[in-house]
């Protein structure tokens, strides 16, 4: 058992359901950013490695990432009812939200201001996901390979318009071959 299982806090379902229902009602642009915010800096369950380590597995995993992230989160502090609570909160109430904003904005969402405001809130949620990315970018070790295989995943993927299935599936291997020769 490592330090960080031996020491880690002790969290009720109830506050689980609590916090993720926070996170969804807040995550208007991108959950990851009021995820991180709120179970390391507000809550302070997990440090910011042990978050990182779970949001890049949760990437890896077909799914949603910050679903799969809310699901091991739940199971890591109180197994398969927590992780339960987890889903519940981060999915029930934007449920009821969307089912809301979806009637709204079959009436209103042709006037000019509706449309100004989306366009406004969409320019928001690429900040938040650049200030996330700088954000883990800084708790990352400072190597220059990572580096190369996240460029070569952005112009595979984002560039070329490859799969991302194919682009993993390739640069996968190198990458944990990098790694594990930097060890050495």
Known sequence: MDQTESHKPNVSRFKLFLAF????????GGAI?????ELI????WITEREFIEMFTLGQ??????????TVMFGYRFAGWTGAAASV???LGWPCLVVVGMGVLYQHY???PQVQQ?????????????LATAIKFAMVL????????????????VGGMRWPLLWVMSALAPWAVFAAWKEQE
């Open 88 to 90: 519940a909160g981060f």
């Open 21 to 28: 229902s926070r996170i969804s009602l807040s995550s208007f």
């Open 141 to 156: 070790p400072r190597r220059w390979r990572p580096w190369i295989f996240g460029a070569l995943a952005f112009v595979g």
């Open 41 to 44: 800096e507000r809550r302070r």
């Open 33 to 37: 950013f009021w995820a991180r915010r």
């Open 117 to 129: 405001a989306l366009t406004g809130m969409s320019s928001v949620a690429a900040g938040l996901v």
């Open 60 to 69: 890896l995993l077909p799914g949603p990432n910050v679903l799969n992230l």
């Open 109 to 111: 969402g042709a006037l």
